[in-house]
């Protein structure tokens, strides 16, 4: 069972790239990323990979769509404390939520990645953790540039 499709739209994350590409950490990140943690052998998981890729296509230059196998990349399973297979995320600017809804269609998925999540039970999101044994890492420029528009914005707008 292999589930890349070459050409796909749906892109392949490891515990090696998984911050490098995401990013997940960063809160000026602008991109959010909808990533399925699957496990090879999950039913469902098989169940739901053409409808992934139709979701992958359809959330193109909006949604980055990925996906990630907990078996070979088990850090990543454990950091997130994925409950069960398919669990699926979203992550952006340095939060991250998961999808609590019932369906299982190219539709519900869309909706939600694009502005669902927002809404669902856990509005403001989780902090994403750092990777497995390595410590919270300093901010970058970019971050602080970001955290001290959003002060000062919070600063005149409540003042």
């Keep these: 069972y292999q589930r890349r499709v070459h050409g796909g739209d749906v892109k392949i994350l490891?515990?090696?790239?998984?911050?490098?590409?995401?990013?997940?950490?960063?809160?000026?990140?602008?991109?959010?990323?909808f990533v399925e943690?699957?496990?090879?052998?999950?039913?469902h998981c098989k169940a739901i990979a053409p409808v992934w890729e139709q979701v992958a296509t359809e959330l193109r230059h909006r949604?980055?769509?990925?996906?990630?196998?907990?078996?070979a990349n088990k850090n990543s399973s454990e950091r997130f404390a994925i409950p069960?297979?398919?669990?699926?995320?979203?992550f952006k600017g340095g939060?991250?939520?998961?999808?609590?809804?019932?369906?299982?269609?190219k539709e519900a998925f869309v909706e939600w990645a694009?502005?669902?999540?927002a809404?669902?039970?856990?509005?403001?999101?989780?902090?994403?953790?750092?990777?497995?044994?390595?410590?919270?890492?300093?901010?970058?420029?970019?971050?602080?540039?970001?955290?001290a528009k959003d002060d000062f914005t919070n600063f005149v707008t409540y003042s």
Aim: proline share 11%; glycine share 8%.
């Design 63 to 71: 949604v980055n769509v990925a996906k990630l196998d907990c078996v």
């Design 95 to 105: 939060k991250f939520w998961q999808y609590d809804g019932s369906l299982r269609t």
């Design 37 to 43: 943690f699957y496990a090879p052998w999950c039913g």
């Design 119 to 147: 809404e669902g039970k856990n509005k403001e999101g989780w902090a994403v953790p750092p990777p497995l044994g390595q410590p919270v890492p300093p901010p970058t420029w970019e971050d602080l540039i970001y955290t």
């Design 114 to 117: 694009l502005k669902g999540y």
């Design 14 to 33: 490891t515990d090696e790239n998984f911050d490098l590409i995401t990013k997940a950490m960063s809160i000026s990140s602008s991109s959010p990323w």
């Design 84 to 90: 069960g297979f398919p669990t699926l995320l979203l």
